[in-house]
């Protein structure tokens, strides 16, 4: 589905990102660990288009993804939900979800769409004429997750979604992505909370200073001493 090969991306003389690959198959939940500073984010932002890498392919079910601007990328079944959530804080909730939706021209599924995730997060069907700006940090992580799922993405880029909240709600968070990817929808996930990102995953890439470290399953890495002292306390 997702296959990233040989990227580099560059801040300026800085190469941030130095020569990775990896796939993220259709249905998988895939997950990049590592340390702040490693390039997770720095990937997220380059498979969405937000940054256009120096070299290397990033593909959509082989469709080359480099040279087409994130309006587009977004239409074409890949939407992210960005470290720190980043919504509409002067909007409402249903505003901010139909802001979602912008891209879509099955205009008539919208509203089942809506109801589903009304389903995935209650709270915010509780709140959808409130503001995002008056939500609590983890209203607003699912306000952000809702919105992304209203584009009806095949695969979801999810950065940080943990970043923040109570261990209730991280929980919380972490389910909901099990649902969602139950539902059909490809998973990729960036998280410094690797314990229970191994736990769902796949399969995992450990991330240091650009590079790509460690492979595997997820419950392999979770196993890996390496991974354990430095990302599981172990």
Not at 126 to 144: I, V
Request: glycine share 10%.
């Amino acid at each position: 589905m997702l296959k990233i090969t040989d990227l580099k991306v560059s801040y300026g003389m800085i190469e941030a990102i130095k020569g990775i690959s990896f796939e993220v198959n259709d249905g998988e939940i895939v997950t990049l660990i590592g340390a702040n500073g490693a390039g997770k984010t720095t990937t997220m932002h380059a498979i969405s288009g937000l940054l256009k890498p120096a070299s290397g392919s990033i593909t959509l079910d082989g469709t080359e993804l480099t040279k087409i601007p994130p309006h587009r990328i977004v239409a074409m079944g890949l939407a992210q939900v960005p470290e720190g959530r980043r919504v509409f804080a002067e909007q409402t909730v249903q505003e901010n979800l139909s802001l979602g939706a912008y891209s879509r021209k099955d205009k008539e599924k919208i509203a089942d769409d809506l109801d589903y995730v009304f389903s995935l997060f209650p709270r915010l069907k509780e709140r959808s004429s409130q503001t995002a700006g008056t939500l609590s940090g983890g209203e607003q992580q699912m306000l952000a997750m809702g919105r992304a799922l209203m584009a009806k993405p095949d695969i979801l880029l999810l950065d940080e979604p943990s970043m923040g909240l109570s261990p209730l709600l991280v929980s919380e968070i972490f389910h909901i992505i099990e649902e969602i990817n139950k539902k059909g929808t490809t998973v990729l996930l960036v998280e410094q909370n690797a314990k229970r990102a191994l736990a769902i995953a796949n399969r995992a890439y450990v991330l240091e200073t650009g590079y790509i470290t460690l492979s595997g399953t997820g419950e392999e890495l979770a196993k890996d001493e390496r991974v354990q002292k430095a990302y599981l306390g172990g």
